[in-house]
């Protein structure tokens, strides 16, 4: 029997223990998606206990405690820093198969040294161990990451964000880059909010925003900004791509109609959205950047809780959205103007359709693995999920050409989770090779993996150029 996150954990036999350890585990960390927060990284912010770092926007663990019928007091309420570390410490037992369990112990291991399984008898125990070290300016937030060997950051971005703290961050051995996130400049079915969007918009941009030539040039404007500052991503969070015809002048009548406060149809805010989309994207490949979408969440179902709450805290689901047809039709519109893409799905029921999806559009390029299919992505971000998208990938694609993992999470503890990836990954092809699938070269499954897991990631995207 196995030690439970032993050096071999999730490594099943020689060859994955191999290509993990000796190739691997010693590569630098490029994580190209995240939602961790600019300031905290440029002012070195020091958690004062771990439940800060742990549970303070943690949807995942929130959603494990209101399964186990904690009391939201303790999730996202006003009880103690140490009441609610012991609640999910009571939770964490719970959480077998679920990888939280996983995720908690090698954080708990890698940032802290502490091997302790956590549970409601040591909650106080470990608490004290893990606040006591965070307090130490030696574990600031760069200091984490660095301690993870993560070379580069990108943070999630809206186009208004000044990216000051990006801006005045300087570290050798640590780079953090902005990613646009436009979701904001085509919300149109959110009247009262885009309103105000636009407004704000304006006033980051120095003129007033009256027409759709008007909303794309801001766009423009931004995207600019953006790449002075270093940005060469962005990122889109949408429910699905929508089957519909797009055009400069039916998004130009459509926001027409909206700013002098008629009501739009289902169909008209369709075809703004794309429009937008659209254009942006022809922006983006002027600038040679890389274009993310994340694809099929059905977020805030629980409307009590969204008006409590907000987003983002925990009530999102996997939708069932239709997604390929509107999606091949988005990027053969594009033709030569679509630019380096990663897309990413959230039902597992699409895993086989995207990765061939990606085989139709890799023209007008001399990137390798011009379109992506991404990592397996918020719900699917488990070994299961990870194991059935790589393996789908590798059938219908190529898997050597993969850009590999991203946390897409807001915690500073959360990078294990490529550790996670890496082992999954090597035991994945470990297998194949002593099932004799494929040959025993290590100097080519060695490459392979080292390349998936940071060189593939550091060729596409290019950072500093």
């Given at each position: ?116 399984i956590l549970n409601g008898n040591t909650g106080m125990e470990i608490y004290q161990e893990a606040s006591s070290q965070l307090k130490k300016a030696e574990n600031s937030c760069p200091e984490l990451l660095k301690k993870m060997n993560v070379e580069v950051v990108c943070t999630t971005d ?103 406060g008629k009501e739009l149809t289902t169909e008209a805010i369709q075809v703004f959205k794309m429009s937008v989309l659209f254009e942006l994207s022809k922006m983006y490949n002027e600038k040679g950047w890389t274009q993310q979408f994340h694809l099929g969440a059905i977020r805030n179902n ?164």
């Amino acid at each position: 029997m196995k030690k439970f996150l032993g050096d071999d954990f999730l490594l099943t036999n020689k060859t994955a223990e191999k290509l993990y350890h000796d190739h691997a585990a010693k590569m630098p960390i490029i994580d190209y998606h995240n939602h961790l927060p600019p300031k905290d990284i440029q002012g070195k912010r020091v958690f004062n206990n771990i439940t800060e770092a742990w549970l303070e926007g943690d949807h995942y663990k929130w959603r494990a405690m209101r399964t186990n019928a904690v009391d939201e007091k303790y999730v996202t309420g006003d009880a103690s820093p140490e009441e609610k570390f012991q609640k999910w410490a009571e939770t964490v037992p719970y959480t077998l198969k679920n990888p939280l369990y996983h995720w908690t112990h090698l954080e708990l291991k890698r940032y802290f040294g502490i091997d302790t399984i956590l549970n409601g008898n040591t909650g106080m125990e470990i608490y004290q161990e893990a606040s006591s070290q965070l307090k130490k300016a030696e574990n600031s937030c760069p200091e984490l990451l660095k301690k993870m060997n993560v070379e580069v950051v990108c943070t999630t971005d809206d186009p208004v964000d000044t990216l000051e703290f990006h801006q005045t961050f300087k570290d050798s051995s640590l780079s953090m880059y902005p990613a646009f996130r436009p979701d904001k400049i085509y919300a149109i079915d959110n009247a009262d909010s885009y309103k105000d969007y636009l407004k704000t918009l304006s006033g980051v941009v120095g003129f007033e925003i009256r027409s759709f030539d008007d909303l794309m040039n801001a766009a423009q404007n931004r995207i600019d900004f953006f790449h002075e500052n270093g940005g060469r991503l962005s990122d889109h969070g949408l429910e699905q791509l929508y089957d519909v015809k797009y055009s400069i002048s039916n998004a130009s009548q459509t926001f027409t109609d909206f700013m002098v406060g008629k009501e739009l149809t289902t169909e008209a805010i369709q075809v703004f959205k794309m429009s937008v989309l659209f254009e942006l994207s022809k922006m983006y490949n002027e600038k040679g950047w890389t274009q993310q979408f994340h694809l099929g969440a059905i977020r805030n179902n629980n409307a009590h809780m969204m008006k409590l709450l907000g987003p983002d805290t925990g009530f999102d689901s996997i939708g069932d959205f239709s997604q390929i047809k509107a999606l091949s039709k988005f990027l053969g519109s594009l033709e030569d103007k679509l630019t380096k893409t990663i897309l990413y799905n959230l039902n597992p029921a699409d895993n086989e359709a995207f990765a061939t999806m990606i085989g139709n559009f890799n023209v007008h390029s001399t990137v390798p693995g011009k379109i992506q299919w991404g990592s397996g992505w918020w719900f699917l971000d488990q070994k299961d999920g990870m194991e059935k998208q790589m393996t789908a990938l590798g059938n219908l694609g190529l898997l050597s050409r993969f850009v590999g993992m991203l946390t897409d999470s807001r915690s500073f503890l959360s990078f294990p989770r490529h550790e996670y990836f890496r082992r999954i990954l090597c035991n994945l092809i470990g297998t194949d090779v002593e099932n004799g699938e494929i040959p025993n070269d290590l100097d080519l499954l060695g490459k392979t993996v080292e390349d998936i897991c940071y060189n593939n990631a550091r060729n596409y995207f290019e950072f500093g150029k």
